[in-house]
């Protein structure tokens, strides 16, 4: 814990420093607005230990004091959430009460106008750490298989404009992720261990005086430490991109370029030459389709970016991605990223330091009409890994549905999919959760709820199945 507290004031005191160097004038200073809050939630739970073998109940208490800050101005953006939870289980062990704390901050500063800029990010989140372990669609639970896991990013860039013929960025990014489990995962037999990233890349870009064919070159060379185990990872890649716009309905694409990678096992050990050929198609200003195929990693690879926009406020997307990555890497984006996609499927993942390739479909629906808001989404995904045990195919989806019953009364319910299965399985792995939900608006300041959530686990691992049923009552204040 002490570990985690000075990382986390480091975190806080470099966001601060960054913010407070951003604003230097009268004329370029924000408008902050802080907010703190303060809320009491009591949770009952049949399946306190998420073990139906043992089936325990117990009422948890939660305090968790918060803190919003953000800041808005010429030369910054910044946006802090912070929050300590401390969980009291009346019924177990009082050692096992636990303090959980989450943050989320992301910041874009401009140091020097029009040249040097800095994006800075930090995220403490509590993470399942093995798929095939103990999980729920609650997180009132005691169990060893989640984890307090810290990532930061800090990352200075600068900008240089060849009058209207090129545009250059020359950038840096420094990653840290480090996790209060860095042990064996019993099932898989890999670690998931503290990570450091250095990302350094130049990209070249043609400016406003090519009309028709645009051009980038970028070269990008990343280095990722280790703490234990696996060997570390580094990549470099240069490549040239190419655009032609034939209409205002089509534009080509193309490029290619060199990558090498280096690092444990024959997927990290990826190295030749890229290409690829595509097109960007906008039938109208309400649909777009990006689709692109060459080669990568010494294998086929395409992707496919396509949306398409029913109204105003609800829009279809459809994706498909394949990319070589970590569980750090992928973790860090996630926790990290300022602009989640609403209603992406975010599924459990065993947390291990392999390389793997990550080929997804996804579509997600999201809309809003009237007093309601809904978002739908599904995917299919294979991971590709040198073990066999961290291969799997998965697939599933989720389901949200709000509707704002009057000014004070907001009901809402959900549902997810997933179901898993593994090369070492003789089975499907299967997780569904669903929840139920009412918001009641007491004052401008207190706000009030009442949820149910049903959590059910089967498949070919017996020891994880189970079912769990909760119910929570919360009231929270903001002053």
Known sequence: ????????????????????????????????????????????????????????????????????????????????????????????????????????????????????????????????????????????????????????????????????????????????????????????????TDSTEHVASFTLSSGRRFNRLGWDLTTVYSHEDRSTLFENNESYSATLGLSYRVSRYLTLLASGGYQDNSGSGDLANRTGETWDVGFILTPGPRSSVSVRYGRQYEDDSFSVNASYRFSPQTALTVTYRDILTTSQGSLRDRVLASNDQVGESVRFITLNDAVTREKRWQAVLTGERGRNSFSISAFHEKVLADATANQEKAWGGSVSWSRQINRRLTSAVSANYDNSRFETALDDDIFWSASASLTYQISQSINSSLRYTYTDREGDINTTALTENSVSLSVSASF
């Not at 009268?26 to 009491?40: D, G, N």
Request: proline share 2%; aromatic share 10%; glycine share 4%.
């Open 1 to 192: 814990m002490k570990k985690d507290s000075k990382y986390l004031i480091s975190a806080l005191s470099l966001t601060m420093a960054l913010m407070a160097s951003a604003a230097p004038t009268k004329a370029s200073a924000a408008e902050w607005r802080v907010q703190p809050a303060l809320s009491v939630e009591e949770t009952y739970t049949d399946n306190v230990e998420l073990d139906n073998a043992a089936k325990e109940s117990d009422w948890i208490t939660t305090v968790t004091p918060s803190v919003s800050i953000s800041g808005q101005g010429a030369r910054l953006q910044a946006s802090i959430f912070y929050s300590a939870a401390y969980l009291y289980f009346a019924r177990s062990d009082t050692q096992r009460d636990d303090l959980r704390h989450n943050l989320s901050a992301n910041l874009s500063t401009e140091l020097i106008n029009d040249y040097l800029f800095v994006d800075a990010g930090a995220g403490i989140s509590q993470e399942f750490l093995d798929r095939r372990a103990a999980i729920s669609g609650s997180d009132a639970n005691i169990t060893e298989n989640r984890a307090t896991v810290q990532n930061y990013r800090i990352s200075p860039y600068a900008v240089y404009h060849f009058e209207d013929f090129a545009n250059a960025v020359l950038r840096y990014q420094f990653s840290h992720q480090r996790s209060s489990d860095d042990r064996q995962i019993n099932n898989t037999g890999v670690s998931f």
